[in-house]
């Protein structure tokens, strides 16, 4: 790992502090994250491998993400203040946050030093992944769909108060066949 990928990494770790402290539901709430990962994923995805089992690792690892960032959207808090929505992770939505970032850092780490690279390597071979750039692309996925879901679960949700805390539309008075204007 080099100094940048320690940077980024811990840099996303810390980024659920942030997320702790209640803040107003804006576009740059949701374009921040977005633009993170699409940085990441210029970065790291130079191409898809699609031999052996490799779509099939990245489809495993994409679904974990999304399943953390549907839990992670839905353990987030969303209110209405001001008539403005405000957003904050509780408690349990950042522990989800640590535990993925925290195993992406962890795997990075391990897979970087001699033993933990001869057990990816003998994995990979047991199960047909054809290369190393086949984990960076299931890992980068996995971050993107926990980034994406839970994003799309805040706004829906949002979305939702909204329009359940708009006031009714006045009725219209029945017709009365007596009266004429």
């Not at 811990?10 to 699409?38: D, N, Y």
């Not at 522990?95 to 970087?112: K, N, T």
Request: no cysteine; proline share 4%.
């Amino acid at each position: 790992m080099t100094i940048t990928d320690w940077i980024i990494d811990i840099a996303l770790l810390l980024l659920v502090f942030r997320q702790m402290r209640e803040e107003r539901l804006t576009a740059r709430t949701i374009l921040l994250p977005l633009a993170v990962i699409g940085w990441a994923a210029s970065s790291y995805l130079r191409h898809i491998p699609t031999d052996g089992n490799d779509v099939a690792l990245a489809v495993v690892f994409a679904a974990t993400g999304i399943a953390f960032g549907l839990f992670g959207g839905l353990l987030t808090r969303v209110r209405r203040a001001g008539g403005h929505v405000r957003v904050r992770a509780t408690l349990g939505a950042a522990a989800l946050w640590v535990v993925s970032m925290g195993f992406r850092l962890a795997f990075a780490v391990w897979s970087s030093h001699p033993s933990g690279a001869a057990h990816v390597a003998r994995f990979s071979a047991t199960h047909h992944i054809t290369s190393g750039q086949a984990w960076v692309v299931a890992l980068i996925l996995m971050a993107f769909g926990e980034v994406v879901v839970r994003l799309g679960t805040i706004v829906v949700r949002a979305r939702l108060l909204v329009a359940r805390s708009r006031p009714a539309a006045p009725a219209v008075p029945a017709p009365r066949p007596d009266v004429y204007v």
